[in-house]
């Protein structure tokens, strides 16, 4: 059965480091998710994204996050400078149409020391 | 921006026993859909069920049912013949229908667990 990919599933950085979270969708799917869970409360909303661009952010994604979708294949997001808060486990959702039904990776548990 | 309150942080079910999970929201729109996903504790999000609010008739899935309150603004989740595999934390989410809202907006979910 076709699934969400994410790697690294764990990483580990110090504050102000860059990091890069990685998600292959499912092949098929054209709309795009990353939706973070800091430990012991919601899953929050972060951004959306079709047709090679954002389609919703949310206040949490400010300029310190960017998504890109370099190859066709991946989806990438990036948090460019680190800070202790953005420790959480981060998940990416794919869906096929903008109403269909969402599948969620296993997501990436970042921490941030 | 639409709310998901989930008012039970815990709750305990006996295995083979039914118990309800409470869920109520709060939108001023006419269209939208609801779902309960949950999270065992391998942590991948899993969908248990969905409903649109277009539609009168509650959803099913096999012992998962919901009592979707429209007016009252209320989706329970019912969770027949409880299993121990059934342990996890259960999310509802709410998501609108016009765009570009189709980002889910989750309640802070319940924590079930299941006694042998």
């Known amino acids: 059965e076709p699934e969400v990919t994410q790697t690294p599933s764990h990483q580990v950085t110090q504050m102000g480091q860059e990091v890069i979270l990685r998600c292959v969708p499912i092949?098929?799917?054209?709309?795009f998710y990353w939706y973070r869970q800091i430990l012991g409360q919601k899953v929050e909303f972060l951004v959306s994204?079709?047709?090679?661009?954002?389609?919703?952010k949310s206040e949490i994604f400010d300029d310190q996050f960017s998504v890109e979708r370099p190859d066709g294949s991946n989806f990438t997001l990036k948090i460019r400078s680190t800070k202790l808060e953005d420790s959480a486990m981060y998940f990416c959702?794919?869906?096929?149409?903008?109403?269909?039904?969402?599948?969620f990776g296993e997501g990436s548990r970042l921490t941030v020391l | 921006a639409q709310t998901v309150t989930q008012s039970q942080p815990e709750m305990s079910v006996q295995e083979a026993e039914t118990v309800t999970l409470s869920c109520t929201y709060d939108?001023?729109?006419?269209?939208?859909?609801l779902f309960w996903y949950k999270q065992p504790p391998s942590r991948q999000m899993i969908l248990v069920i969905r409903?649109?609010?277009?539609?009168?008739q509650n959803a099913t899935e096999n012992r998962f049912s919901v009592n979707f309150q429209k007016a009252a603004k209320s989706f329970s989740l019912k969770i027949s013949d409880s299993q121990l595999g059934d342990a996890a934390m259960y999310f509802c989410?709410?998501?609108?229908?016009?765009?570009?809202?189709?980002?889910?907006?989750f309640g802070k979910g319940t924590s079930l667990l299941v006694t042998p």
């Open positions: 092949s098929n799917h054209l709309y």
């Open positions: 939108t001023s729109e006419s269209d939208y859909y």
């Open positions: 409903q649109e609010a277009y539609k009168q």
């Open positions: 989410a709410y998501r609108s229908e016009l765009p570009p809202g189709y980002a889910l907006n």
């Open positions: 994204f079709y047709n090679n661009e954002i389609s919703e």
């Open positions: 959702a794919s869906t096929a149409r903008a109403t269909g039904e969402l599948f």
